[in-house]
């Protein structure tokens, strides 16, 4: 069984992360890697950009490049972690983060990590 690890919104709840998936994905972000990973039953391959709780929902917001999606690819994509399955870093890696193109962000009621620029900018 794995362990999981509470996360305090500034709400005062408390969402649950199981802890490999959080030190996955947290190494993610910090090493601008990218994942591949199952959610709503189709497979993945993302770069992680943000990372933290938003509405009182533990969430990922990536740039998902490759896999199936319901929505057009490449494309943003909003992720609740408790749906996310066989999570995995791959050895490939992207330059940093990427302009919005609203060029708005989420609001988020906690960032845990979130990505720095690319190099030179």
Not at 33 to 58: C, M, S, T, W
Not at 68 to 93: A, H, N, Y
Not at 100 to 120: C, I, L, T
Request: include cysteine; hydrophobic fraction near 35%; proline fraction near 6%.
């Amino acid at each position: 069984m794995s362990r999981l690890e509470p996360r305090r919104t500034w709400f005062g709840a408390e969402a649950m992360v199981d802890a490999k998936l959080d030190r996955t994905l947290r190494e993610a972000i910090q090493t601008k890697r990218l994942l591949r990973f199952r959610y709503k039953a189709q497979e993945r391959v993302a770069e992680p950009h943000d990372y933290g709780i938003q509405n009182g929902v533990v969430r990922v917001f990536c740039y998902q490049l490759a896999g199936r999606s319901s929505g057009r690819l490449p494309g943003w994509r909003l992720v609740d972690v408790s749906e996310m399955q066989d999570c995995e870093i791959l050895e490939r890696r992207f330059a940093g983060n990427r302009e919005a193109p609203s060029g708005k962000h989420h609001r988020w009621d906690e960032v845990f990590v979130r990505v720095g620029p690319p190099p030179n900018v």
